[in-house]
């Protein structure tokens, strides 16, 4: 069965140090969603990629959070510099059609960021 | 999420026994509803779903049950097993957001002992 992609699967960094997350999504599907999830909380959307192009990232932290799609395939998120605050778990989730509401999102395993 | 929470935090059953989870949301605009279930260590999977415009809906073991009335939302498992031991979230479509954004809960930890 096709899954999503996740690497690394941990990651320990320092603050003010760069990090940067992968998420290969189940093959063919159009769209991409990055969600973060803090220890005791539900994931929360950071930004919803439909092929290579952004179609909601309100909620990302845009001064030291980017993230980047360029083949419409796999994507990149990207922390510089890191804070404290950004320890959690990283989730990639895509879908097979155009980000439709009744199109189920599936998860990757995550990635799970420790900054010292 | 911003409007959907959830009333208890943890709930442990016996095995074979019934589970009843709760979600409570505020927003009238919510239209679809999702519950997941994660596993330590990995992302949520789906579990069932239902739109706005029903009130019941079956699955394998499991049943969403939806009162629009009280903006509630409960997951039923039959048959509790130790595999369904996990964190169940419930998410939203907020009619009017971005196509296909979820607003997940909080999350509820059920552990099953036998």
């Known amino acids: 069965e096709a899954e999503v992609a996740q690497s690394p699967r941990y990651k320990i960094t320092e603050k003010s140090q760069a990090v940067a997350f992968w998420c290969d999504p189940i093959?063919?599907?159009?769209?991409l969603y990055w969600y973060r999830q803090i220890l005791g909380q539900g994931p929360e959307l950071l930004v919803q990629?439909?092929?290579?192009?952004?179609?909601?990232d309100s909620q990302l932290p845009k001064d030291r959070f980017s993230a980047e799609r360029l083949k419409g395939v796999d994507s990149t998120l990207k922390i510089q510099p890191a804070e404290l605050g950004d320890s959690a778990m990283y989730l990639c989730?895509?879908?097979?059609?155009?980000?439709?509401?009744?199109?189920?999102?599936?998860f990757g395993p995550g990635t799970r960021l420790t900054v010292l | 999420g911003e409007s959907v929470g959830l009333h208890l935090p943890t709930l442990s059953v016996q095995e074979g026994d019934n589970s009843i989870i709760n979600c409570a949301y505020s927003n009238s605009a919510s239209d679809y509803f999702i519950w997941y279930k994660q596993e330590s260590g990995k992302g949520p999977q789906f579990i069932i779903d239902i739109r706005s415009n029903m009130d019941k809906r079956q699955g394998q073991r499991v049943t969403v049950l939806l009162n629009k009335t009280v903006k509630h939302l409960s997951l039923q498992i039959a048959a509790t097993q130790p595999g369904d031991s996990a964190v169940y979230f419930c998410a939203e479509n907020i009619r009017g957001s971005t196509l296909g954004r979820l607003y997940f809960g909080r999350g509820t930890q059920l552990t099953v002992w036998p």
């Open positions: 990629f439909q092929d290579e192009s952004v179609v909601d």
């Open positions: 093959s063919g599907h159009a769209t």
């Open positions: 989730a895509s879908t097979p059609g155009q980000g439709r509401v009744k199109d189920t999102q599936y």
